[in-house]
């Protein structure tokens, strides 16, 4: 989960450069990408590494 949350950040960032390096011609994608490329992906990301960090403390308190 944390992986395909860094994907969307990495494709958030890749639409945004795209954007502006088409001078404006692409802003429906860039919209796109800003309402749910950059929150979802922020989510994942965040979610993902609280669910690892936890499952790792856990199996420090199981030893």
Known sequence: ME???WL???????VVIRAITLHGDNWY???LALTYLLPLGTFLAFFG???RRSN??????KQ
């Open 49 to 51: 590494w609280v669910l």
């Open 56 to 61: 790792t403390m856990a199996k420090q308190e």
């Open 29 to 31: 994608w860039f919209l």
């Open 3 to 5: 992986v395909v949350g």
């Open 8 to 14: 969307m950040l990495l494709a958030f960032v890749h």
